[in-house]
């Protein structure tokens, strides 16, 4: 049986006899009682102990040991793995004989589940060094060894401030329980019969008074394989139950897993604990920052992601998204037109074909369209003005005939020299927050250049520091073409509008401009 304590009438049920309230506990073989109840804590439904790693020192964070199926949050699934939440569990900590010493509370949950082991382990808001000048008690040590059949070990329990002496008697490849498997199981001798409430009490040896195990269950009632009634599970299926017998997992699994920083990683090299399923990858998902955008106006946001493997495919889904927004589950392409005013917080999870999964999250500013958002803001756009507001390179607005404007009388002509030369042309634009902002203009390439793809003369577009687009002696046309290029990234600044046009020292290369405009809505 889950050797917990049903504690509501929703917990899951351990047996006619606990629902109401804790039963009497089964005897206890008092005749070998050798040990304490030091370091043990005392939950509302389980037992539990103040552990430390081999390699911990007194200024770390104090950790508590118990059960993954007295973790708080309810017993977690088959193949669940819970990882860093917070919490705010607490005990009461027990001296040697039993008595309270004081409450000590968790912060974290750093590991938790039911699924080849059952184990959880929370962070302590405390250190080693404190709990010990505070209550005298140094915290029982995580064994780094497989435990030892034949060993002698002792069972104390904070919640009924008891200790079974027993030793071990054999090891379980498969134990199943309900939904739950465990893997490489402590078989108890007829000693440590233990009953509810004794769930996440430590299992100690002897000897070293090192825990090598944490006591979890054992089976009610000689049923099969069903929930308080665990089977033994052959190599070829055959399972075996047996009324009374009770088991532990496993403990040294955490010091296998162990980083530089006494951080439990569950990606190095020989790490025992259960993975979350598809933990063999790394998917990664760029976060894209938080997002602006407008109602009536369409939106795109393209999600980048990437898997460790080898030739995964990736499928997105997303959370929080504004209203009129979806994401394309094989491309991570967000789009649509948003129709809500609204303020958002967007979750995307991206998973590969081995379950691995990554996150981003970020906010979306949906506002309702700017009523400024209309018109042209370019001012003497077809140069017909003569050249205010533009700041130019000498000549560079003219009305020579030998490049005609594309209308009017005017344009802007920058290079044709054949040697080497720069021109700009330049104006400050706003563009209003809130609104598209699309940059238009007509474009007449002429040079003298033969060659097909060396570009030596070169005009490049750009909006303050940004390149938005560009242009060389390999663009050559006849007559005049539109350019179009979107520059609504720009909503919402004052920007410097520039052409740039370069030549090489000789064959000319003209840029001719005219009829600009920047055109908001």
């Not at 634009?429 to 250049?449: Q, R, S």
């Amino acid at each position: 049986m889950l050797r917990r304590i049903a504690i509501t009438l929703g917990a899951v049920v351990l047996g006619a006899a606990v629902i109401g309230g804790p039963a009497t506990p089964a005897a206890a073989d008092n005749t070998l009682l050798a040990a304490s109840l030091n370091a043990t804590i005392a939950l509302n439904n389980c037992s539990a102990s103040l552990v430390r790693y081999p390699s911990s020192v007194s200024t770390d964070r104090a950790l508590m040991l118990t059960n993954g199926h007295c973790y708080e949050g309810g017993m977690p699934g088959a193949g669940v793995v819970l990882q860093n939440r917070s919490s705010t569990r607490s005990g009461t900590l027990l001296n040697a004989s039993g008595t309270n010493l004081g409450t000590v509370r968790a912060d974290t949950l750093l590991y938790a589940t039911m699924t080849g082991t059952d184990v959880a382990l929370y962070r302590l808001n405390t250190t080693y060094a404190s709990i010990q000048s505070s209550y005298g008690v140094t915290a029982l040590t995580i064994s780094a060894s497989h435990p030892v059949n034949g060993s002698t070990m002792y069972i104390p329990s904070s919640y009924w401030k008891q200790i079974w002496n027993c030793s071990i008697n054999g090891f379980v490849p498969t134990l199943r329980e309900d939904v739950w498997t465990w893997k490489d199981s402590i078989r108890y001798s007829s000693g440590c019969n233990t009953t509810h409430g004794t769930s996440g009490s430590p299992i100690v040896d002897l000897a070293s008074n090192n825990i090598v195990g944490i006591n979890n269950t054992g089976n009610d009632n000689g049923q099969m394989c069903t929930l308080n009634n665990p089977c033994e599970v052959d190599a070829d299926g055959t399972t075996h139950a047996y009324q009374g017998q009770s088991y532990g997992q496993e403990t040294y699994w955490f010091t296998t897993c162990l980083n530089s920083s006494n951080t439990i990683d569950l990606t190095i090299a020989g790490c025992l604990l259960t993975k979350p399923p598809g933990s063999g990858n790394t998917v990664t998902v760029t976060n894209p920052g938080n997002q602006t955008a407008t109602t009536g106006v369409a939106k795109t946001l393209q999600i980048s992601a990437s898997s460790s493997g080898s030739g995964q495919t990736l499928t997105y889904s997303a959370t929080g998204l504004p209203n009129g927004l979806s994401i394309n589950a094989s491309t991570g392409l967000i789009s649509g037109t948003p129709t809500t005013v609204q303020t958002t917080t967007t979750t995307v999870t991206v998973k590969d074909t081995t379950n691995a999964t990554g996150t981003a999250t970020f906010g979306w500013t949906v506002t309702a369209p700017n009523p400024n958002c209309s018109g042209q803001v370019i001012a003497n756009p077809g140069f017909e003005s003569g050249t205010s507001p533009w700041t130019q390179s000498t000549g560079v607005i003219d009305s020579s005939t030998p490049q005609p404007p594309h209308s009017g009388t005017w344009k802007a002509w920058l290079n044709g020299y054949g040697t080497t030369k720069t021109e700009t042309l330049s104006q400050s634009v706003t563009i209003p927050a809130g609104c598209t902002a699309t940059l238009t203009y007509w474009l007449h390439i002429d040079t003298a250049e033969t060659t097909s793809s060396i570009a030596y003369d070169k005009l490049v577009v750009a909006l303050g520091s940004t390149t938005v687009a560009s242009y060389s002696n390999l663009n050559k046309n006849t007559g005049y073409l539109q350019r179009t290029v979107n520059v609504s990234s720009f909503a919402g600044s004052t920007v410097t509008l520039k052409f740039t046009g370069t030549e090489d020292s000789s064959l000319q290369t003209s840029f001719v401009l005219d009829d600009l405009a920047l055109t908001i809505s």
